[in-house]
T-cell receptor, first 115, second 112 residues
């Protein structure tokens, strides 16, 4: 199946700093990637849809100026959490659509802890 | 938008027994229904999926059924093993763009 990687796997930062998370499709090209957030013992909540070469589409309630998404190539999307606060601490997971179409393959996730 | 409900939230079964998880969806236009297994701290792994033109699909011990009229679909795991213990999520596409809406998850515990 399709392989999706994420980096870093774990990050601890101070409140007020920014953190960048990378999501890569390793063996296929992904015109569309998705970013999810998952709090402990909860489901995956879609934050935004990342489209290569165009602006991301954010879900209702997600601040686009706080969660910056860039999808500059067919294999890389980045999520930057700006001015992070403790309530942003969560498990951030990306996914990419492989083949057949509609099948989403997930990255291993990034655990963010904001102190 | 799409709304997916999943039941039960927890399920404890004896090894060898079957496990059934049920989901309902709200958007009649949804046409793709994957199931993911997530172990603690790991990524969700696709275990089976079904499209709206099919009523049932089976892969070894795992099967999924879809009732489009009633807008519900179910995951069946037979001959459960301890390694089946995990959280299982159902999902449905919510229209254009292949966006998935996830159910709340079912924590399955298979007791040896």
């Amino acid at each position: 199946g399709a392989v999706v990687s994420q980096h870093p796997s774990r990050v601890i930062c101070k409140s007020g700093t920014s953190v960048k998370i990378e999501c890569r499709s390793l063996d296929f090209q992904a015109t569309t990637m998705f970013w999810y957030r998952q709090f402990p013992k909860q489901s995956l909540m879609l934050m935004a849809t990342s489209n290569e070469g165009s602006k991301a589409t954010y879900e209702q309630g997600v601040e686009k100026d706080k969660f910056l998404i860039n999808h500059a190539s067919l294999t890389l999307s980045t999520l930057t959490v700006t001015s992070a606060h403790p309530e942003d601490s969560s498990f951030y997971i990306c996914s990419a659509i492989g083949t057949p179409q509609e099948t989403q393959y997930f990255g291993p996730g990034t655990r963010l802890l904001v102190l | 938008g799409e709304n997916v409900e999943q039941h039960p939230s927890t399920l404890s079964v004896q090894e060898g027994d079957s496990a059934v998880i049920k989901c309902t969806y709200s958007d009649s236009a949804s046409n793709y229904f994957p199931w993911y297994k997530q172990e603690l701290g790991k990524r969700p792994q696709l275990i089976i999926d079904i499209r709206s033109n099919v009523g049932e699909k089976k892969d070894q011990r795992i099967a999924v059924t879809l009732n489009k009229t009633a807008k519900h679909f179910s995951l069946h795991i037979t001959e459960t093993q301890p390694e089946d213990s995990a959280v299982y999520f159902c999902a449905a596409t919510s229209g254009a763009g292949n966006k998935l809406t996830f159910g709340g998850g079912t924590r399955v515990l298979v007791k040896p």
